[in-house]
């Protein structure tokens, strides 16, 4: 992939550096996720500046088959910093067009209706007496406060990439726990707390097989898809090229570049500001220190339920990832001017949410 670079207001000094840290870190993360669209003739455009406030905004641009621009931008006082968050945010979008373009949610929806119906078929097989009427009945109440998790929980996999856009949707999910439900009927308790525990047991696992079918497709090659050119062979076709380049001005200065931004906020004053990096802060996160986050300070399950119920780990296990992860979204807020609380910062965020 060819990257095609402008600077703004940054020295000369730091081109070549700069230069090293885009192709470096793009290398890692985003071309592996553009496989499919033939690299060698892709172009990405980046544009690199220093804003009258001396912050570093990166901006990315890429074309991808059959008619879809991607665009991301990030600013952050370190350069290094603006760098990983745009490209984090460009192999996100590239991740949903692939998907996009492949129609992967068309034929795995097809399949999980049979598998449902089957699983229906074994429970009325298995326990007759079950009737789906009476236990829709008892776990309605809990149906409202089961999708909101649901939805919170499909908005973070899909923002990230680890899920389609469109599959699997909130009805998908949440027919599928009711009807595992079903299994243990008998042997549940009929409180609304004891139900409610197994059904984001249910949901957890169903996501946590979702996301892994979805990385072993994305990992597969179509038949259909073209033979890429040997990388050997546009290595060679390639030397002599270098005349064909001119040059291009590395600095270009633009009025607004002269002109202070009076009216900004500082992130001091801007709770909304505040806000938005705490959730981009917090979907950063591992999965699975995510969601025990959401279980414990959101749904108000304690650290021995979290652990035991749900998602089947030690309750130290539990404890150090709630430690590491207010670690980490505390020392990133502050790394962006905010003043977040010195201890629980993601439970004193949440708790008002």
Not at 276 to 305: C, N, Q
Request: hydrophobic share 35%; aromatic share 6%; glycine share 2%.
């Amino acid at each position: 992939m060819k990257i095609d670079i402008t600077y703004r207001n940054i020295n000369k000094e730091s081109h070549e550096s700069t230069r090293n840290a885009i192709e470096q870190i793009t290398e890692r993360h985003l071309t592996p996720k553009l496989s499919t669209f033939h690299v060698g003739h892709l172009e990405l455009h980046v544009t690199v500046e220093q804003t009258t406030k001396k912050d570093y905004c990166v901006t990315y641009r890429l074309h991808l088959p059959p008619k879809k621009i991607l665009v991301a931008k990030e600013c952050h006082h370190d350069l290094r910093t603006s760098i990983q968050e745009v490209t984090s945010e460009l192999t996100r979008q590239a991740k949903r067009h692939r998907a996009h373009v492949s129609g992967r949610q068309n034929w795995k929806r097809k399949g999980r209706d049979k598998r449902i119906e089957a699983l229906y078929a074994d429970i009325q097989r298995l326990q007759p007496t079950v009737e789906p009427k009476t236990i829709q009945e008892t776990i309605a109440p809990l149906q409202p406060r089961l999708e909101e998790y649901i939805r919170h929980e499909l908005t973070y996999l899909r923002n990230n990439g680890d899920l389609l856009p469109d599959y699997p949707s909130l009805a998908d999910i949440r027919d599928e726990a009711v009807a595992r439900l079903h299994i243990d009927w008998h042997e549940l308790d009929s409180s609304d707390e004891v139900l409610y525990k197994r059904l984001l047991r249910e949901v957890t696992s169903i996501l946590s097989q979702e996301i892994e079918q979805t990385r072993i497709a994305a990992n597969q090659v179509s038949l259909d898809d073209t033979v890429q050119p040997d990388a050997m062979d546009q290595a060679e076709a390639m030397v002599g090229e270098e005349s064909e380049e001119f040059y291009q001005p590395d600095e270009v200065l633009h009025i607004q570049d002269l002109i202070p931004d009076t009216h900004a906020l500082t992130p001091e004053v801007s709770s909304e500001g505040y806000h938005d990096h705490f959730y981009r802060y917090l979907a950063g996160l591992p999965i699975l220190w995510r969601r025990t986050i959401m279980l414990v300070h959101k749904e108000k399950l304690s650290v021995d339920d979290v652990a035991q119920h749900i998602l089947f780990i030690s309750v130290d296990e539990v404890k150090r990832m709630l430690v590491l992860a207010d670690l980490y979204i505390y020392e990133r807020l502050r790394e962006a001017g905010f003043t977040p609380p010195m201890e629980n910062t993601t439970e004193m965020f949440l708790r008002h949410e």
